[in-house]
């Protein structure tokens, strides 16, 4: 189930450029989208929060023998048990997937997903199922040797000094994440709260804790900087003052 889910999320993926193209899954694309654009969008949520409750209900509910889930009470501990793993799923779709009209304080509005699209929608969907399932495998059927190999490992690593492995995980850490920041994100910051404590930083590093006005101020205004009185950010110094630091050295 869990390769299936995957290749049908891999075919979806290659072919999602011709479907949009095709005049017949193209309407349909379209209709799909405006029903969830729609007034219509509490209908859709709840058929959403039933397919997944069924869903993880079908799962539960086989993964006992028949005669076993014929036992009352062994019946409903497998539902009872069941309605966790749903609860968490229908949060999931809230969370990741949330409709217009739905944004209670709780949920990002569905302006922040402005790419948000069917296929979009269903290809992850099948990505998280597909991880379910190969997980759901993997905690059942782990092959035991690999296990004792791993105990064994984790053994030996326990065993060494401590001093050693914090070292190694700070120097690995700090290796991957400057790899990310100069090739990935081109060594600059991409989030306005960093750019606005990066600029901050900046004035720490000329010697001072704020900086004048610039002249034709209306031209400067940023988010999450205060450009009334005098020019800064609005955050505390702390993580200001690490990253004038950084940019001294």
């Given amino acids: 189930m869990g390769a299936l889910c995957y290749g049908l999320a891999g075919a979806l993926f290659m072919l999602e450029s011709r479907a949009e193209l095709s005049e017949f899954i193209k309407p349909i694309l379209i209709a799909a989208?405006?029903?969830?654009?729609?007034?219509?969008?509490?209908?859709?949520?709840l058929c959403l929060t039933g397919f997944v409750f069924v869903f993880a209900w079908i799962i539960f509910w086989f993964k006992k023998d028949l005669a076993v889930t014929r036992q009352p009470r062994k019946s409903f501990v497998n539902t009872v048990c069941m309605l966790r793993p749903s609860a968490l799923s229908i949060l999931f779709?809230?969370?990741?997937?949330?409709?217009?009209?739905?944004n209670l304080g709780l949920r990002r509005s569905l302006e922040s997903f402005p790419d948000l699209t069917v296929f979009g929608?269903?290809?992850i969907m099948l990505i998280m199922f597909g991880t379910f399932f190969c997980c759901l495998y993997?905690?059942?059927?782990?092959?035991g040797q690999i296990a004792v190999r791993m105990d064994k490992a984790m053994t030996k690593i326990f065993t060494l000094n401590e001093f050693y492995i914090v070292t190694a995980v700070f120097l690995v850490s700090l290796f991957t994440t400057g790899a990310l920041a100069y090739f990935v994100l081109d060594h600059?910051?991409?989030v306005q709260d960093s750019i606005a404590q990066l600029f901050h930083a900046k004035i720490f590093q000329s010697g001072r804790v704020f900086a004048p006005l610039p002249p034709h101020k209306e031209f400067f205004d940023y988010?999450?900087?205060?450009?009334?009185?005098?020019w800064y950010s609005q955050y505390p110094p702390g993580h200001i003052l690490m990253l004038s630091l950084g940019l001294i050295a």
Avoid: W
Avoid at 138 to 143: D, E, L, N, Q
């Fill in 33 to 45: 989208r405006n029903i969830m654009l729609s007034e219509r969008h509490v209908m859709v949520t």
């Fill in 93 to 102: 779709i809230y969370a990741m997937f949330p409709l217009q009209g739905l």
């Fill in 121 to 123: 929608f269903v290809l």
């Fill in 138 to 143: 993997c905690f059942f059927s782990f092959p």
């Fill in 188 to 190: 600059i910051p991409h």
């Fill in 223 to 230: 988010t999450n900087i205060i450009n009334y009185d005098k």
